[in-house]
């Protein structure tokens, strides 16, 4: 409360506060000292009284003369402060009484002394008469000196002296509050000396702060003020000095900006002209990217397309290795390019990602499935361990996601001898306050190659640097996968590293926000597999931990072996017992289990009840294709898919019926398409690779030729070049959607053969109208999917999968091979024999019942004779007729118009095997 007084106030408070209470303290004092005197004198005056009333009465009361005790007590009330009188017998019995009665009670007590009783208002005594006051009288009676003749009351009334008290009291409070008056005035005096040059003081600050520096201070009449107005003063000349010297700097100043400002306009111009440059440059750049997309893609489309036509064709081994390495040889050129175009890409700003829900583990495995061919080449492991805690549906762009991790899983290949490459996903963190839950996800690619130094680990993010730049460098790229995976990961938000010892290997790692997505049904446990007992072979010890791992996410109870032989006694042991084993999964290689003794002991799996998967690399698949009963069910390479695990797996369990799916319909007629390019190699192509698959194509070279065909001819796919000489794809896209809207028909669908590929271009040509686009070079599975997407018409003669082969080269298989039958038998002589005659002797039966199913139209029954047929094929050295079932079950299995040529062969087969084994016998 001090702190909101001011200095008046002060002064006030300083001053009344010490007078006002040492008046207070005096005046109380000296007032209750002259009220305690009066009420002393008064007590002394009524004892006094009362002792000379004892005398004056004791004669009376000798004789009991009432009448002068009354006169007595009447003339005492002359007495001042006497308010009644009263004489008492010596038994208190009143004797004579004088003014009111007595306000207080009698005091107590036979005392022979003064008694007496105060109150606020009076005082009352009492006090024996005995007859020694007698002889105070005159009246001497010796012998009664001690008796007790009465008693004397008297009252003293206290208003006198309270009044007395009151008159002080006023006085001295008048004493007081005159004196306070006084110093009140006094105070004032004083405050207004300070408050008055204070007053100035304050109204020469506030024109200072106004701006008005000229104000200067009076003299204030006081040494001290005096010397505060004169350093007020000092220091508004200095403000005033300094404003004149900042308006002069600023005057000074605002003439620099000025000048400064007519430079800075002409920079302007300059750099807006340099930037229009620089836009220039950089479409120049991007157009000069496109055409060199263009100009490469277009010769290499030529180059893989007429290669890969010419590995179909009759050539010798040394003929299809150099083709071999022209393929692989363009296929390299093509990552380069794709590469130098991403990296402009990400350098111009133009990556665009997509935000699509997709499955991590699918994305790791695809990854390592497209590696793997080069990964066992060199005879390394590859794993995939996805742990548990790691939530697989997720948002981003798996297509660049997966771009980063091949890059990461190709770089470790390269460089790893041997051993094993292990890719590994894991949760770091997870944020479930966020709205849409993202998780922190950390994937790593670890190998155990040759490792880097700190050194090549700082170069490695750099562009077109690698780690090792030596002569005798392993062969590999230009140094940018790297940069672009940073440069990608970084775009998600994400970061990349690396950590690796010199001959231990490294460990390269990315971490990267996700948003969670709905899960996916598939990823949850299988019904037709939970709680099913499964065993599995896998001697490396990374690679049975994540298929063990893969098998329990699927609800199956799994027992892992790391040799064939106590994996086999187990099953048998269990077998016909509540514990039997369902399911085996053999991850083998040629070294560890040689073809011919797999098919033994898958043999004998089978006879137990126990259905087998078998898991290789992808080398060695065609070492093992003849030894698995049904290797289009019973074969897969590693690392293995848990998809196409489960999907195997619960087609051992439960069967599914065998139909097509819809995508694999084929139509009744061949396709009719209209192929447009200006580039004759290219035209060449694409003509020969869709009339080998069947389909009636018309090959145009311009765009006025193509709108000439279209009016005069049907077509259900037009194939359209993008740069053409004269009238180019878009534009004659643009033409033939015109000409269709002025006839109100149905479009035709338009899918554009683009070599370009720069990111805006697929926008650009669906904006033109057209329907889809294919980035050359192009493959005949390319080609077979998009006639099947937008015509609904199937190419009768695609290749569906890698154990399909053409009916012409049946016959030049032998139709008896002992060899492979004994081996087959796994070297048993005894054994190869009794297969086959086990085989000759159904053989009539087995083609009877297949003519007799046609005849009747029975596809199911067709389908079941020719898998039972080729399931006993697979025991015997019998290629001529095993591939011949192969062919026709596959065709079946596609409801082809060519299952009717194939089951033709397949006649041909038996009646040619039973000739021949009817001629040996």
């Known amino acids: 409360m001090l702190k909101n007084l001011g200095i008046k106030g002060r002064v006030l408070l300083l001053t009344l506060l010490p007078v006002t209470l040492m008046a207070m303290v005096l005046g109380g004092y000296f007032t209750w000292l002259q009220q305690s005197e009066l009420q002393s004198q008064l007590l002394q005056r009524g004892e006094m009284i009362a002792e000379q009333l004892a005398p004056l009465v004791a004669p009376a009361m000798g004789r009991h003369d009432t009448a002068l005790l009354e006169r007595i007590a009447t003339e005492s009330l002359e007495q001042r402060d006497v308010r009644a009188v009263a004489f008492l017998n010596a038994n208190h019995e009143p004797l004579a009484h004088a003014g009111p009665i007595m306000l207080n009670q009698a005091p107590s007590g036979n005392s022979t002394h003064l008694l007496q009783r105060t109150d606020n208002d009076a005082t009352r005594y009492l006090l024996p008469v005995f007859g020694r006051h007698r002889n105070l009288a005159g ?17 003293l009334s206290h208003n006198n002296m309270l009044l007395r008290g009151y008159r002080s009291l006023f006085a001295s409070l008048l004493l007081i509050v005159t004196g306070l008056i006084l110093t009140t005035l006094l105070a004032l005096r004083l405050s207004r000396t300070i408050n008055a040059p204070l007053g100035h003081i304050k109204q020469a600050v506030a024109q200072l702060k106004d701006g008005h520096l000229q104000t200067r201070l009076p003299p204030l009449g006081s040494h001290e003020l005096d010397e505060l107005a004169s350093g007020i003063n000092r220091m508004a000349e200095t403000l005033q000095n300094a404003q004149e010297e900042l308006q002069h700097s600023v005057d000074q100043a605002t003439e620099d900006v000025r000048q400064n400002l007519e430079t800075i306009e002409i920079q302007n111009l300059e750099l807006d002209l340099a930037r229009k440059e620089a836009l220039e440059a950089s479409r120049i750049k991007s157009e000069f990217l496109a055409n060199m997309s263009h100009e490469i893609r277009t010769p290499l489309n030529g180059i893989l397309g007429f290669t890969h036509l010419l590995q179909k064709s009759e050539l010798t081994p040394r003929q299809f290795d ?15 390019i794709n590469e130098i175009l991403d990296f402009s890409k990400i350098e111009a700003g133009k990556l665009v990602l997509d935000s699509t829900p997709f499955n991590l583990r699918d994305l790791l495995q695809d990854t390592l499935t497209i590696l793997a061919p080069s990964a066992h080449d060199k005879g390394l492991e590859l794993v995939s361990l996805v742990y548990r805690d790691t939530p697989l549906s997720l948002v981003g762009d798996p297509l660049r996601l997966k771009q980063i991790l091949t890059n990461l899983v190709n770089n ?44 090549d680990v700082r170069a490695l993010f750099q562009a077109f640097s690698q780690a090792d730049n030596s002569l005798s460098r392993q062969p590999g790229g230009t140094g940018l996968g790297l940069v672009i995976s940073k440069r990608l990961i970084e775009q998600m938000g994400g970061e990349i590293g690396v950590e690796s010892t010199p001959g231990e290997g490294s460990v390269f790692w990315i971490s990267v926000s996700l948003p969670k997505a709905h899960d996916d049904a598939e990823d949850l446990p299988a019904a037709p597999l939970l709680d099913r007992r499964v065993v599995i072979l896998e001697k490396h010890d990374l690679a049975r931990q994540a298929l063990q791992h893969q098998l329990e996410d699927c609800g199956l109870d799994v027992t892992p072996f790391t040799t064939l032989e106590n994996l086999t006694n187990c099953v048998t042991s269990t077998h016909q017992t509540p514990q039997a084993i369902d399911l085996a999964v053999l991850g083998v290689t040629a070294l560890d289990i040689p073809p011919e003794r797999l098919n033994q002991h898958i043999w004998d799996l089978e006879r137990l009840g126990c259905k087998v998967l078998v898991l290789c690399p992808t080398t060695e698949l065609a070492l093992f294709n003849t030894s698995v009963p049904n290797p289009h069910s019973q074969l897969q390479a590693k690392p293995a898919c848990t998809r196409m695990l489960r999907r195997a797996l619960t087609d051992f369990i439960n069967p599914r019926q065998v139909r097509p799916e819809p995508g694999e319909l084929l139509a009744s007629r061949a396709p009719r398409i209209l192929c447009v390019d200006d580039n004759p190699a290219n035209l060449l192509l694409v003509q020969t690779l869709l009339e080998d698959m069947g389909a009636k194509v018309t090959a145009v070279d311009s765009g006025y030729t193509a709108i000439d065909a279209v009016k005069t001819g049907t077509f259900d796919l037009v194939l359209m070049d993008v740069q053409m000489p004269g009238m180019d794809g878009r534009q004659t896209t643009e033409a033939l959607r015109q000409w269709e809207s002025g006839r109100a028909c149905a479009p035709l669908p338009i899918v554009a053969l683009t070599a370009h590929a720069m990111a805006n271009e697929k926008r650009a040509l669906l904006q033109s109208g057209m329907d889809d686009y294919l980035t050359k070079p192009i493959s005949e599975r390319q080609l077979a999917q998009v006639v099947l997407k937008w015509t609904g018409l199937a190419l009768r003669n695609q290749i569906s999968d890698g154990h399909q082969e053409p009916a012409r080269q049946h016959a030049k298989l032998p139709i008896l091979d002992h060899d492979e039958g004994l081996h087959l038998a796994a070297g048993k002589a005894d054994l190869a024999v009794d297969m086959l005659a086990m085989l000759l002797a159904s053989l009539d039966a087995d083609r009877q019942a297949i003519l007799q199913a046609r005849n009747d139209n029975d596809h199911h029954a067709l389908l079941e004779r020719v898998h039972r047929l080729h399931g006993a094929t697979r025991y015997c050295g019998v290629p001529q007729l095993r591939a011949a079932c192969q062919r026709s079950e596959t065709l079946l299995k596609q409801q082809s118009p060519q299952a009717s040529e194939a089951l033709e062969d397949l006649d041909q087969a038996i009646i040619r095997l039973a000739n021949e084994a009817r001629s040996m016998a």
Request: proline share 1%; net charge negative.
């Open 139 to 155: 009246d001497i009676i010796p012998s009664e000196a001690h008796r007790l003749l009465g008693w004397v009351e008297l009252e």
């Open 322 to 336: 150099y083709l071999n390495t022209i393929e692989k040889s363009a296929g390299n050129l093509l990552g380069i």
């Open 412 to 455: 470790a290949i390269k460089f790893t001898r041997e051993g094993t490459i292990a890719v590994r996903a894991m949760l770091d963190d997870e944020d479930e306050n966020k709205v849409d839950g993202c998780v922190q996800l950390r994937i790593s690619v670890q190998d155990t190659g040759i490792g880097l130094t700190s050194q």
